[in-house]
């Protein structure tokens, strides 16, 4: 992932917001979304509201039809709806890793104030190199049919056989 000079990291979405395209029948196909880049758009979401003070271009939602567009309020709602997703995705993922304390220490080399960085930490992440290349394969070429369950993964949709 490269990053932009603000920090913010140019690859979070994929080109296709992160769906997967299923087949429905020969005439018709259905998105499917994967929870870490509905995440990703969420965080995407929050940022541009922080950073553009509000004013951003709703990623995602560029539809003239689409009421995110034009009602303030159920802009509102979509922002709240984020918060949730990503508070779900930090809780469930669950990162233990340890982050440390730095010690700012007196002339006697007394603790006088602490505080956790995690700066230096290393996180175990996983490859998401596979998530971003289903998604936009699935937008070249959908895969079988299927309709997610609640708790399936990309692997069950990945696995459907062809109907």
């Known amino acids: 992932m490269e990053e932009d ?3 913010w990291a140019t690859r979070p979405l994929a080109e ?4 997967i395209e299923t087949q429905f029948n020969d005439m018709f196909n259905v998105q499917v979304g994967v929870s870490m880049f509905h995440t990703l ?3 995407e979401r929050v940022r541009g509201k922080i950073v553009a003070n509000g004013t951003e271009e709703m990623h995602s939602h560029h539809d003239p039809l689409n009421t995110l567009n034009r009602d303030p309020e159920a802009r509102q709602l979509h922002l709240k709806h984020c918060l949730d997703c990503i508070v779900q995705v930090i809780m469930c993922g669950c990162d233990e890793t340890l982050e440390p ?3 700012h220490l007196d002339k006697q080399g007394n603790i006088v104030a602490q505080e956790v960085s995690p700066e230096g930490t290393i996180h175990m992440c996983k490859n998401t190199n596979h998530l971003y290349n289903l998604v936009l394969n699935s937008a070249k070429k959908p895969l079988p049919s299927y309709m997610p369950k ?3 993964t990309v692997e069950k949709v990945d696995s459907a056989p062809a109907q």
């Open 150 to 152: 609640p708790g399936d």
């Open 101 to 103: 304390s730095r010690f």
């Open 41 to 43: 758009h969420c965080i």
């Open 5 to 7: 000079p603000t920090g």
């Open 16 to 19: 296709n917001g992160g769906f």
